[in-house]
C-alpha cells in the first residue's frame, strides 16, 4: 500500500512540474537528492562499521558483562519472566548500551539478534510481552550521547551539531517513561 502512496505522489509532483514547466528543476532536484542521500549513506556507513567493531570488541572483551550487571536491576522490573543469563537477556542489554551511546545504526543489528532470541523464547503466533517492551525500549531509548545525529548535523555543516544533546534528552526520557507505563499497563490489562 505504501509503495502506491509514494508512487502516487511522485506521479503528481511530476504532473504538476510538466503543468507549470518546472520538469527541469523536479529532474535537477531529484538527481541532487540522491547524490547527497549516496554521500550520507557512505559518511554513516563509515560511523556504523565503527560502531559495530567497538561493540563486538566490548561484547568479546566482557564489558557488555558488567553492562549487564549495572543494568540488571532494570531489566529485572522491564523484562521480569525473562531469564538473566539467557541469550536474549545478553542481546537486549547489548541494544539498549548501543542505543544509550547514540549508535543506533549499530543498534540495530543487535535488536534483530534480541528479537530472533525472544521469539525463541516466547514462542506463539503473537509478540509476548518481552517482545512488545523490546520493541518500546529500542524505539524510545534513552541516549547519551546521539553520535549519529551528530555526525548528521556535522556532515551538512552545522556550526553547533552537539547543540542538540539537551533536547535529544529530554525527548528520549519522556519517550521512554511513557512508552514503558504504556506497556506494563497493557502487559497488566491483558493478565486481568
Do not use: H
Not at 5 to 28: C, D, H, K, P, Y
Amino acid at each position: 500500500m505504501l509503495n502506491y502512496i509514494w508512487g502516487a505522489l511522485m506521479l503528481i509532483s511530476l504532473i504538476f512540474a510538466a503543468f507549470t514547466g518546472r520538469l527541469e528543476a523536479v529532474t535537477t532536484g531529484a538527481m541532487n537528492g540522491a547524490s547527497d542521500a549516496v554521500t550520507l549513506s557512505i559518511s554513516l556507513l563509515g560511523i556504523m562499521c565503527l560502531w559495530t567493531g567497538l561493540m563486538k570488541i566490548a561484547s568479546e572483551g566482557g564489558i557488555i558483562t558488567i553492562f549487564a550487571k549495572v543494568l540488571r536491576p532494570l531489566t529485572k522490573i522491564l523484562f521480569p519472566t525473562l531469564p538473566p543469563n539467557s541469550p536474549a537477556m545478553d542481546s537486549i542489554v547489548m541494544n539498549m548500551v548501543a542505543n544509550l551511546f547514540g549508535m543506533s545504526n549499530a543498534a540495530t543489528p543487535l535488536g534483530l539478534k534480541a528479537m530472533k532470541e525472544l521469539s525463541r523464547i516466547d514462542r506463539g503466533s503473537v509478540a509476548s510481552d518481552n517482545m512488545c517492551m523490546f520493541v518500546v525500549i529500542n524505539s524510545a531509548s534513552l541516549q547519551l550521547i546521539p553520535s549519529t545525529v551528530i555526525a548528521i548535523r556535522q556532515s551538512i555543516g552545522s556550526s553547533n551539531p552537539f547543540e542538540i544533546i539537551a533536547p535529544v534528552w529530554i525527548a528520549s526520557l519522556c519517550a521512554i517513561i511513557v512508552g514503558v507505563c504504556a506497556t506494563k499497563l497493557f502487559a497488566f490489562g491483558g493478565k486481568v
